[in-house]
Every structure is written in structure tokens, then in C-alpha cells.
């Protein structure tokens, strides 16, 4: 699980590899090469939809503000803030999200 209190500083890249394998909630697929759905396990869950996409572990969530965008190779690569349960002093450390 991912620990926030190893991220402690600001600016942290973190790249979160997500294994996509399992089924989709959404039959239809992905739009125009947008990645929507809800994808997880127990521990983890990512959830896309046209503006953007969550990836929540526990007690910390990714938040995406941006559409996620697949690849021809359908890949994905952006960034999101990480939201955590402890307090934070200016903006959110940023991280990177990227899946199969």
C-alpha cells in the first residue's frame, strides 16, 4: 500500500503502475481514446471518467483533473495530486500515473 508519509516532500514524482487486467464497469469503452471505467481489487481502485480519474489506496487518493488518454498501444501516462489523510502546507505533492 502506499504509505504518504514517504512522500513527505513537496514535488515528489511517484509513478504508480496499474495493472488494468481486470474487467471494466463500463461495457462501451473507451471515447475517442479516453480511458473510462472502474477498474480494482480490495486494496485499490481507479476510477476514470471523461474529466478525469481517481486512484484510491487506503487512505490516500490520486486525483486526476484531466481526461486520461490512452495510447495506440493503449498505455497511459499523467499527473495527478496526491490526497492523503495527514495535513498538507501549500499545494499537494504531484505524481505520476501511468497503467498498461
Partial sequence: MLDPSALAPRGL???LLLALGACSSDD???SDQVLVGTWGS???EFVAIQAGAEVR???TTIVIHT???LTEANTFTTRGE???TGAVIGKF???VVSGP
Avoid: F, N, Q
Fill in 13 to 15: 514524482a511517484v509513478t
Fill in 28 to 30: 462501451s469503452g473507451p
Fill in 42 to 44: 480490495e486494496r485499490a
Fill in 57 to 59: 489506496t487506503g487512505c
Fill in 67 to 69: 481526461p486520461v488518454t
Fill in 82 to 84: 496526491l490526497h492523503g
Fill in 93 to 95: 505533492p504531484s505524481v
